[in-house]
């Protein structure tokens, strides 16, 4: 595993080293000895997946809050996303900055998100499936949105009209959210 440092303090793309012959493909897509080695000490919880019919469909920017917090490692493992990384630490120096990194069951990379950061991804092939594990279990109670256009965060998502959630519809804007983390 190939660990790829971002413009964002402690989010990381993953690159798996594939073993490949004319039968398929096999990598290896979590190791807690290779994370470990990488110097990304986070023990996973939970296991999520996630499927989306439709090129499109957005969904986000999520996140929990407090003690409930999740740091994320999410693959895509059929069809192609952008996926969308949002510091919403007050204290760091890259608070309001995001990233957008392409994912794909083709390339197989991975990217961790640490907590303290709103997640979303737009899917911009049909039938896309996300596998993702997190660090702490979820809790309804402490899930949060913040509006995937919100001018304070300005996430170019390209043109189009995007497939939303109603949760997503509604959430509010980040200065009307209780999201921020110290």
Not at 50 to 56: L, M, Q, R, Y
Not at 86 to 93: A, N
Not at 113 to 130: A, C, K, M, Q, Y
């Given at each position: 595993m190939e660990k790829i440092v971002t413009s964002l303090d402690g989010v990381f793309i993953i690159e798996p080293k594939v073993f490949g012959d004319e039968r398929g493909w096999?990598?290896?897509s979590y190791s807690a000895g290779e994370f470990k080695r990488l110097g990304i000490d986070t023990v996973?919880?939970?296991?999520?997946?996630?499927?989306?019919?439709?090129?499109?469909?957005?969904r986000g920017l999520h996140c929990q809050r407090g003690d409930a917090a999740q740091a994320k490692l999410v693959s895509c493992t059929r069809g192609?996303?952008?996926d969308v990384a949002v510091d919403i630490r007050f204290s760091s120096p890259t608070f309001l900055k995001h990233i957008a990194v392409s994912l794909s069951a083709a390339n197989k990379r991975m990217l961790y998100i640490p907590r303290g950061f709103l997640h979303g991804f737009l899917t911009?092939?049909?039938?896309?499936?996300?596998?993702?594990k997190a660090d702490n279990l979820y809790s309804p109670a402490?899930?949060?949105s913040v509006r995937f256009d919100d001018p304070a965060i300005g996430i170019d998502w390209g043109e189009g009209d995007?497939?939303?959630?109603?949760k997503d519809?509604?959430?509010p804007f980040?200065?009307?959210?209780?999201v921020l983390f110290d």
């Amino acid at each position: 595993m190939e660990k790829i440092v971002t413009s964002l303090d402690g989010v990381f793309i993953i690159e798996p080293k594939v073993f490949g012959d004319e039968r398929g493909w096999f990598y290896e897509s979590y190791s807690a000895g290779e994370f470990k080695r990488l110097g990304i000490d986070t023990v996973f919880v939970q296991d999520n997946r996630s499927f989306s019919a439709t090129k499109g469909t957005l969904r986000g920017l999520h996140c929990q809050r407090g003690d409930a917090a999740q740091a994320k490692l999410v693959s895509c493992t059929r069809g192609e996303i952008i996926d969308v990384a949002v510091d919403i630490r007050f204290s760091s120096p890259t608070f309001l900055k995001h990233i957008a990194v392409s994912l794909s069951a083709a390339n197989k990379r991975m990217l961790y998100i640490p907590r303290g950061f709103l997640h979303g991804f737009l899917t911009v092939s049909d039938d896309v499936e996300l596998l993702y594990k997190a660090d702490n279990l979820y809790s309804p109670a402490d899930d949060r949105s913040v509006r995937f256009d919100d001018p304070a965060i300005g996430i170019d998502w390209g043109e189009g009209d995007f497939i939303l959630s109603q949760k997503d519809k509604n959430a509010p804007f980040l200065k009307d959210s209780d999201v921020l983390f110290d």
